[in-house]
C-alpha cells in the first residue's frame, strides 16, 4: 500500500490561502480537510505531523495524525519512516531539506509541498470541470416544462 508522510507545518506555509491564517489550530484543520478531500477515494496510508501539542482534535477520515509533543516534527517523521519496511512505497511530502535528504537516503519517494499542493489544485480544478452541466437545448427545456 502505498504510504504518504507530510511535514504539515511545512505543507501550510505553502498554500497561500493557510499561510496567511493568524490561528494555526484553523490552519490545520483546514489542511487536513483538505488531504481528506484529495485522498478520499484512493487507496493509501495518510499521516500527517504537527509540531506542538494537540489544541482540539482533528477529526477527518482516512488521515492519521500526530503531534510532536515536546519533540519536533522532523524526529516524528524520521521515527515513521524507520518504522516502515517497504520504504520505496513511501511518499514523503516536504520541503524541509533535512527531511527531504534523509527520506532519500531511507529509500523514500520525495514530493516537495509546493509540488504536492499543485497537484492538489490540478485534482480540484479537474473534478470541478466533472460538475459542470452539460450544454442542453433550451428550446426543449422550455417546451418540456411547458415555459413560453
Do not use: W
Not at 501539542?53 to 519512516?81: M, T
Amino acid at each position: 500500500m502505498i504510504h504518504f508522510i507530510f511535514d504539515g507545518n511545512n505543507l501550510i506555509g505553502k498554500i497561500p490561502s493557510l499561510k496567511k491564517l493568524h490561528d494555526k489550530q484553523v490552519a490545520r484543520y483546514k489542511l487536513a480537510t483538505m488531504l481528506e478531500r484529495y485522498f478520499q477515494k484512493k487507496k493509501v496510508k495518510v499521516s500527517l505531523h504537527f509540531d506542538g501539542f494537540e489544541n482540539e482534535p482533528i477529526k477527518v477520515s482516512g488521515i492519521k495524525i500526530h503531534y510532536s509533543q515536546n519533540r519536533s516534527a522532523d524526529e516524528k517523521i524520521k521515527k515513521e519512516i524507520e518504522g516502515i519496511r517497504n520504504r520505496n512505497s513511501v511518499n514523503v511530502v516536504s520541503s524541509d531539506l533535512e527531511i527531504i535528504s534523509y527520506a532519500k537516503v531511507c529509500g523514500c519517494n520525495v514530493i516537495k509541498s509546493e509540488e504536492f499542493y499543485n497537484r492538489m489544485m490540478i485534482q480540484k480544478k479537474n473534478s470541478k470541470e466533472e460538475e459542470k452541466p452539460t450544454s442542453f437545448n433550451t428550446d426543449e427545456f422550455k417546451k418540456l416544462f411547458g415555459i413560453e
